[in-house]
């Protein structure tokens, strides 16, 4: 039987349930359901359960703005003309946005798979089979 975190991390990059590997998770890009359609766990444990997941994706963000800030800057270099900096700024921006926006998903999902390592969860079945369940 293969490694569970490895199994469960799987799931959890094909947008899939951390707990029995089900999708429809996400009926829209940012829309994430309450329950898991195949085993019906609850995902929102607590009030302020989901500042984590958004620390995440804030981490994820700034991390590649950070990379094309210093890429452009390099590239840049030595001039640092105005409308140089104005175009690493624009490219920065869009990285923003768009990283922001694309994480969301794994983001919430991989928050629920880091929690369950901090404080695993009694309440959740877990599938001990390798078969894929159907979307």
């Known amino acids: 039987m293969p490694n569970p975190d ?3 991390l799987r799931w959890v990059l ?10 429809g998770l996400f009926p829209r ?14 995902y929102s444990r607590e009030e302020g359960y989901w500042l984590s997941a958004l620390i995440l994706n804030f981490a994820v963000t700034e ?18 003309a105005v409308d140089q900096l104005l175009i690493v700024t624009g490219v920065a921006v869009t990285t923003a946005l768009v990283v922001s926006i694309g994480f969301y998903p794994w983001s919430k999902l991989l ?3 880091l ?9 959740v079945p877990r ?9």
């Open 6 to 8: 490895r199994r469960q």
């Open 14 to 23: 094909g947008r899939r349930c951390p707990w029995c590997g089900g999708g």
């Open 29 to 42: 890009w940012l829309t994430l359901v309450e329950r898991c359609p195949t085993c019906g766990v609850t």
């Open 63 to 80: 991390g590649a703005v950070g990379l094309v800030i210093i890429g452009g800057l390099l590239l840049a270099a030595p001039e640092f």
């Open 111 to 113: 928050w629920m798979l």
């Open 115 to 123: 929690d369950d390592r901090i404080h695993p969860r009694t309440d």
């Open 127 to 135: 599938r001990t089979s390798t078969a894929r369940t159907p979307r």
